[in-house]
């Protein structure tokens, strides 16, 4: 189910969980400002997914009200694990799904780190 990006941050969605520590997930990598974890589905050989650990619901929340250091923490955050997975010289692919029309499902930003394979075209036109 998609959600709206303007709503309030729900404080019980997953990621929250996850953060919490009230769900577990199989970390990979976690600093002051992400925390990076393998997709529970999977839909590349590597599938990672990098949330901030502040409360923004989506992309477009995170860079209209993040500090520049949350951004800038975030950000690194995401290029950590793809190097310390080995994917700069191949190659690699963020998404971030923003509403409805994006196919986000859980309201709180989250990045898809995919890569270990070639990945082909991201849209079918």
Do not use: C
Not at 57 to 68: C, I, P, Q, Y
Not at 85 to 106: I, K, M, P
């Amino acid at each position: 189910m998609a959600i709206d990006p303007t709503q309030p941050y729900d404080d019980d969605n997953i990621f929250a969980r996850i953060l919490r520590g009230e769900v577990p997930a199989s970390k990979v990598y976690e600093d002051d400002w992400a925390l990076a974890f393998h997709d529970v589905a999977p839909q590349a050989k590597l599938h990672i997914l990098v949330i901030p650990k502040g409360r923004y619901v989506s992309w477009d929340d995170f860079s209209a009200t993040a500090s520049a250091e949350e951004i800038t923490g975030f950000i690194r955050a995401v290029g950590h694990v793809a190097r310390e997975h080995d994917l700069v010289e191949d190659g690699y692919r963020l998404l971030a799904n923003v509403g409805a029309h994006g196919g986000q499902e859980v309201p709180h930003l989250h990045v898809h780190l995919f890569g270990g394979q070639p990945l082909g075209r991201m849209i079918a036109v």
